[in-house]
């Protein structure tokens, strides 16, 4: 690549649009596009967001007899999550394609995510744990669209994100049934 060639991307990459796309505005078709499985993947990265603080929050506030093993293991799903988010947006990126440059507008990519409203221990992890279930699934729809459009790098990726989901939610009912 030579210097000319740098600088022409360097111009191009500044002369692109910078303002953060409505979500409201997204329409998804029912066809497999790439632009639908940027906005699947973007909304999935969403969820990781969204599961990491839940985590996070319910691992600070965690008032419960296994406190001992719950707390050490939501601190993990937490990192987990972010690592899963970074994995996501970082193959976004390597699209072409621009992420909200804000917390607001990537929470603003999944309205529907539950939040957990209660301080007790048993309703805030019955709660976490259907939504790494629901996510879980969100990820396996994510997941054929990738494989329908061909692309087997963000496949495996969404794979680990699967798999993630369903062992800690796995976990977490094993440690609360008793």
Not at 114 to 142: H, P, R, V
Request: aromatic share 8%; with cysteine; proline share 3%.
């Amino acid at each position: 690549m030579t210097t000319s060639n740098l600088e022409e991307i360097f111009q191009a990459a500044s002369a692109a649009p910078t303002a953060e796309i409505i979500v409201e505005e997204v329409v998804t078709r029912k066809d497999e596009s790439l632009d639908n499985l940027v906005y699947y993947t973007v909304e999935l990265a969403s969820c990781m967001y969204h599961l990491n603080m839940q985590a996070c929050l319910i691992a600070l506030n965690l008032e419960h007899p296994n406190f001992c093993s719950l707390q050490p293991f939501l601190k993990e799903q937490a990192e987990c999550h972010m690592k899963d988010f970074e994995c996501l947006a970082e193959t976004v990126r390597s699209m072409d394609y621009l992420l909200p440059m804000c917390q607001k507008g990537l929470l603003g990519y999944n309205k529907g995510f539950k939040t957990t409203t209660s301080y007790d221990a048993k309703e805030a992890l019955g709660l976490y744990c259907k939504n790494l279930e629901d996510i879980g699934y969100k990820a396996k729809d994510c997941h054929d669209k990738a494989k329908q459009i061909g692309a087997p790098d963000l496949e495996n990726i969404i794979a680990d994100v699967i798999h993630h989901m369903f062992s800690g939610a796995w976990k977490l009912k094993s440690s609360m049934r008793g």
